[in-house]
C-alpha cells in the first residue's frame, strides 16, 4: 500500500512561472508533512515541513498548502528560478513512530 | 554546518559479496536511519536504530541486513550476500529526537551489484 501518492511525476515551467506539485496521503495518524529537494549525486535535504494543525505555511518563494479533510498536501514554488531544477519529494510521518514515507517524486525542470 | 557524512560514495561488489556501508551522523544527534533509493524511484524506509538498538524494520530489511554502532560515531550498514536487486543508492540519515525532526540525509554510497 502507498502510503503517500505523489504527482506529477515531472514537470516543466518557464522561469518566472509557478510550480505546483501535490501529494495525498491515507493515514490520518501522519502528523508531519515535509518536502525535500534532491539535487543530482546528493541526498535529500529538507526544504520546508507542515503540521496538520496549520493550512499554509510560507518560507521565501515556497509554500506548502495543507488541506486535512481532503488528506492533501502541496508545495508551491513561486517565481521558478532555473536553480530550482532538482527532484522533490514529498513525505510524511507520525508523532510515535520512526519511519518517513516518501511520495515517488517529481522532477521539476524550470526553463530559462 | 554540520552534516551526515557516508563513505564509500561508490561502491561495486559481486553478487554474494558482503559489503559494509560507512556513515557518521550528525554528533548531537540520537536517532539513526538507513533509506535506499533505486533508481528513478522513491525513497524508502530500511531501519531505525536508538540507544544502539534497532528500532524500527521495514520488510525490506531483512537477514541479509544489519546495522552496527561500533564507536561513538559511526553507524554501518551490513549487506551479508549482496543480490542483484541490492543495487540502489543507500542514504543514513540522523535526527536529534524522534518527534517530528526532519531527516538529515547524507550524499549516499551507489551500491552496484554485478
Known amino acids: 500500500q502507498q502510503q503517500v501518492k505523489q504527482s506529477p511525476q515531472s514537470l516543466i515551467v518557464q522561469k518566472g512561472g509557478i510550480s505546483i506539485i501535490n501529494c495525498a496521503y491515507e493515514?490520518?495518524?501522519?502528523?508531519?508533512f515535509p518536502w525535500y529537494q534532491q539535487f543530482p549525486g546528493k541526498g535529500p535535504a529538507l526544504l520546508i515541513a507542515i503540521r496538520p494543525d496549520v493550512s499554509e505555511k510560507k518560507e521565501g518563494r515556497f509554500t506548502i498548502s495543507f488541506n486535512k479533510s481532503a488528506k492533501q498536501f502541496s508545495l508551491h514554488i513561486m517565481d521558478s528560478q532555473p536553480g530550482d531544477s532538482a527532484t522533490y519529494f514529498c513525505?510524511?510521518?507520525?508523532?510515535?513512530?520512526?519511519?518517513?514515507?516518501f511520495g515517488t517524486g517529481t522532477s521539476l525542470t524550470v526553463i530559462p | 554546518e554540520p552534516e551526515v557524512t557516508q563513505t564509500p560514495s561508490h561502491q561495486v561488489t559481486q553478487m554474494g559479496q558482503e559489503v559494509i556501508l560507512r556513515c557518521v551522523p550528525i554528533s548531537n544527534h540520537l536517532y539513526f536511519y538507513w533509506y535506499r533509493q533505486i533508481l528513478g524511484q522513491k525513497v524508502e524506509f530500511l531501519v531505525s536504530f536508538y540507544n544502539n538498538e534497532i528500532s524500527e524494520k521495514s520488510e525490506i530489511f531483512d537477514d541479509q541486513f544489519s546495522v552496527e554502532r561500533p564507536d561513538g560515531s559511526n553507524f554501518t550498514l551490513k549487506i551479508r550476500s549482496t543480490k542483484l536487486e541490492d543495487s540502489a543508492m543507500y542514504f543514513c540519515?540522523?535526527?536529534?529526537?524522534?518527534?517530528?525532526?526532519?531527516?538529515?540525509f547524507g550524499n549516499g554510497t551507489r551500491l552496484t551489484v554485478t
Open positions: 493515514n490520518t495518524a501522519f502528523d508531519y
Open positions: 540519515a540522523s535526527t536529534p529526537s524522534q518527534v517530528n525532526s526532519p531527516l538529515h
Open positions: 513525505a510524511a510521518s507520525m508523532l510515535t513512530g520512526n519511519q518517513f514515507y
